[in-house]
């Protein structure tokens, strides 16, 4: 067995990682420390900001120091113009959500976070049939006003009086709110940041026509509520599994299978529309894969679990091979979207199995079979080292590679997790604990270190480098596996070489 030989410092140093300065930001941020370079602003919020505390916190964020190794450089004034903000779900599981979260990431544009906690149980509509629940609030999108000096921003009985389409035309404009708002966000960003814009020139159209008769993505966009499960109750964690068969005397019951195949072969046939390439609209990546996305990952991870068969696989290459090749091309030429956005199989099986077992509504619901867990190193990325140098490229905050990223996370939020540990880990003392989390990050950044992803990947490898874990890291590797949540916590590519540890442990003496 190995012991660790690098304290928290080099594990910082190691991801590039430096603690703050003493006058940081008021607010309750994310990050414990940074890289060296300037993070987005990430805010964490336990109620719903009105649209007076965003104009302060972008007023906040205009005027915010830059902070170096050193200290506070300068005070930044050289951003072209006021950076938007996105209001989302602390347990990164609102998939309306992550479809604009996605959006932001393809543009490759800078945005600040607030990340706002919410209650899972109260996400349980019919139909999507909002209520005023704090996560029914979300997401929000806040478009600060532009920088104009001839701009007036006292008020007056005048403008507070202005003609009420104005008022509504200045709402849209600068503030979207909720999930039913959702698809005019995606709208919006791709008029901010389209390529006859002065903001921004990067990213896909995410609207691109493949004729001007033809508005081939807002087309794949509305068929998406004509194919999924019909009447279902809308569980963000877990999208069109369950249905309500009486609404006077409420039953809960499982979608029936021929439903989901039914929603499964319609989309296959979808996606075989455009032969050009493997996206919704051919050869490029557009607003309905934004869309799909979210949905179609949960539903490939938590189908199988309640259905066997072929049939019910997602990623049966036999089944549904345009489906299949969705996934990959997601997977492999979106970088935003494996190295930050998607969540991971684990996750979404895992949501599922707590809502069966915790909540009482589904007591009548068989559990489904915990399955052995499999390699979750990302099969279809035979390169995932280039792809996250191409997600880093204009990301410079982010560590070197997708492994170091993993243990920034874990290093950045250690004494949080040490304490969840601690309560979960009985047999140690604070010491054990910390030297095993240490073991484990250390572990973790020597897959780093080797350039060949061929023995990354290998789990023979992994399996050796494993079992030279000390017993207590072998504890604490089990309990950072089943804490991890993605994307909340990290993307799927980051987390992956976590989850590939994790795979290779054998059955786990703590619960």
Not at 93 to 120: F, G, H, M, R
Not at 177 to 191: A, F, N, P
Not at 418 to 429: I, W
Not at 460 to 488: C, G, N, T, W, Y
């Amino acid at each position: 067995m190995t012991t660790p030989t690098n304290s928290w410092t080099d594990l910082e140093s190691k991801c590039g990682l430096v603690v703050p300065s003493s006058n940081s930001n008021n607010h309750e941020n994310e990050e414990q420390c940074s890289t060296n370079k300037e993070r987005p602003t990430t805010i964490k919020l336990d109620y719903v900001p009105s649209r007076l505390q965003l104009e302060e916190f972008s007023k906040a964020e205009q005027s915010k120091p830059l902070q170096t190794k050193e200290g506070i450089l300068s005070i930044s004034t050289d951003k072209a113009s006021p950076v938007p903000w996105l209001v989302r779900d602390a347990e990164g599981v609102d998939p309306y959500a992550q479809q604009v979260w996605l959006a932001l990431e393809l543009k490759t544009t800078n945005y600040c976070t607030i990340l706002v906690s919410c209650d899972l149980n109260k996400n349980d509509d019919i139909d999507n049939n909002m209520s005023s629940s704090r996560s029914h609030q979300l997401p929000q999108l806040f478009w600060p006003p532009e920088d104009n000096p001839n701009t007036n921003t006292n008020s007056s009985e005048e403008e507070e009086n202005e003609n009420e389409t104005l008022q509504n035309h200045r709402q849209f404009q600068n503030y979207l709110v909720g999930k039913e708002q959702t698809l005019d966000m995606l709208e919006s960003i791709q008029e901010r940041y389209s390529s006859s814009s002065s903001h921004h020139d990067d990213g896909p159209d995410l609207y691109r026509r493949i004729s001007e008769c033809v508005d081939n993505v807002r087309c794949n966009i509305v068929r998406f509520q004509s194919i999924v499960p019909r009447n279902t109750l809308f569980l963000p964690h877990v999208p069109y599994q369950f249905i309500v068969t009486n609404k006077n005397d409420p039953i809960i019951s499982l979608v029936t299978s021929n439903n989901h195949m039914v929603t499964l072969e319609e989309t296959d046939e979808v996606l075989e529309e455009y032969d050009e390439g493997p996206w919704f609209c051919g050869d490029f990546v557009s607003a309905a894969d934004v869309v799909w996305a979210p949905f179609l990952e949960r539903y490939a991870a938590q189908l199988p679990s309640l259905w066997t068969g072929d049939e019910h696989d997602p990623r049966h290459p036999k089944e549904y091979p345009a489906i299949v090749a969705w996934f990959r091309a997601m997977e492999c030429h979106v970088p935003c979207y494996s190295c930050r956005v998607a969540g991971d199989a684990t996750t979404w099986s895992r949501q599922l199995q707590t809502t069966l077992a915790t909540d009482p509504r589904f007591s009548h619901i068989p559990q489904p079979p915990k399955q052995t867990q499999q390699n979750p190193r990302l099969h279809s990325i035979s390169k995932p080292r280039n792809l996250w140098n191409q997600y880093t490229q204009n990301r410079p905050w982010l560590a070197p590679t997708p492994e170091a990223e993993c243990v920034a996370f874990f290093v950045r939020h250690r004494t949080a997790i040490l304490e969840e540990a601690l309560e979960q880990t009985k047999q140690m003392t604070e010491d054990e604990a910390d030297v095993a989390f240490r073991h484990v990050l250390e572990q973790l950044l020597l897959v780093s270190e080797n350039d060949d992803d061929d023995v990354k990947h290998d789990m023979d490898h992994v399996s050796i480098m494993v079992f030279s874990l000390s017993e207590h890291a072998k504890e604490m590797l089990h309990f950072l596996d089943q804490r991890l949540q993605v994307p909340r916590d990290m993307g799927m590519l980051p987390a992956s070489t976590l989850r590939s540890f994790a795979a290779a442990l054998p059955k786990p003496s703590i619960s």
